[in-house]
């Protein structure tokens, strides 16, 4: 999943860099945005219980105030950090036909902030940025058939899967800080604003929170099918959620 995620990333950031450089008009120079793989690795408590790194999307952009070197912006990322996945039968009558049952705890980031860079030309910078939201963690569980696996859904009106349902959520506040670099994208050539590689490290301090990890043995147990209907049992840890994230991307 992961290398046919990132297989698809590169395509999409190559048709966005290929339609930046043919355009003639330049972009205002006060607005810019990034769109990026992340990168997030648990910190302090939340590493003891979280051992693995989360990998997903961020999504930044922001408005420079004229020519000053500040500016303000909103960044949205989204990481996923533990995965459970098994095969059960459709029917307590028969084996032959399966469904995949995929359970995913995933952190979903919204935080404004102020950023102050500097220009080393108009195209190459650094920057530090102060930042302050509200992270969101979810667990949630979807069925699927094969073809719904494979991606081959049929009617463009048929949804990815059969059915989905949280099954546990939590939220905490957050803040921290970042620095980044924007460089141009080497071989590039054009007039005006010219697209950009972003790279940018970030400290969040989360608050505490109850969350669920898919992917840990026993934070989901299942019972004995022939005991009797099956029931779950979630078993959640609670600790503050501090990410070091690292996310590297194109932009404007």
């Known amino acids: 999943m992961i290398k046919n995620f990132i297989y698809k990333f590169t395509i999409f950031s190559s048709l966005c860099c ?8 330049p972009f205002d120079d006060n607005i810019y945005g990034s769109f990026s793989l992340l990168i997030a690795k648990p910190q302090g408590d939340f590493s ?15 408005y ?3 020519s000053s070197p500040f500016a303000i912006g909103l960044n949205l990322a989204f990481t996923t950090y533990g995965k459970l996945e098994r095969k059960i039968p459709f029917s307590y009558f028969s084996d032959m036909v399966k469904l995949t049952e ?8 919204l935080d404004p902030y102020l950023k102050a860079s500097l220009y080393l030309t108009r195209n190459v910078s650094l920057y530090l940025k102060g930042f302050g939201g509200y992270q969101f963690l979810n667990t949630s569980t979807t069925l699927k058939n094969d073809d719904q696996v494979e991606g081959n859904r049929g009617d463009d009106t048929d949804k990815p899967y059969i059915a989905k349902s949280d099954v546990f959520k939590d939220g905490a506040f957050n803040y921290g800080f970042g620095v980044g670099m924007r460089f141009p994208i080497p071989f590039m050539n054009g007039k005006g ?5 972003n790279i940018e490290c970030k400290w969040s301090t989360g608050g505490e929170a109850e969350y669920l990890n898919a992917g840990k043995e026993g934070s989901i ?13 979630y078993f959640p840890e609670k600790s503050k ?6 996310s590297i991307g194109v932009g404007i």
Do not use: A
């Not at 990998?55 to 922001?62: R, S």
């Not at 995929?102 to 952190?107: F, G, L, N, P």
């Not at 099918?225 to 049992?233: A, E, L």
């Open 48 to 62: 003891n219980h979280v051992t693995n790194n989360g990998y997903g999307l961020d999504i930044d952009g922001g």
């Open 241 to 246: 959620t501090d990410l070091f994230n690292i």
């Open 102 to 109: 995929t359970t995913e705890s995933k952190i979903i980031i």
């Open 221 to 233: 147990v299942f019972s004995n099918p022939t005991d009797g209907p099956v029931t779950t049992s």
């Open 193 to 197: 604003k010219k697209p950009v590689i």
């Open 64 to 66: 420079r105030f004229g």
């Open 18 to 25: 290929l339609s930046f450089s043919q355009t003639s008009r």
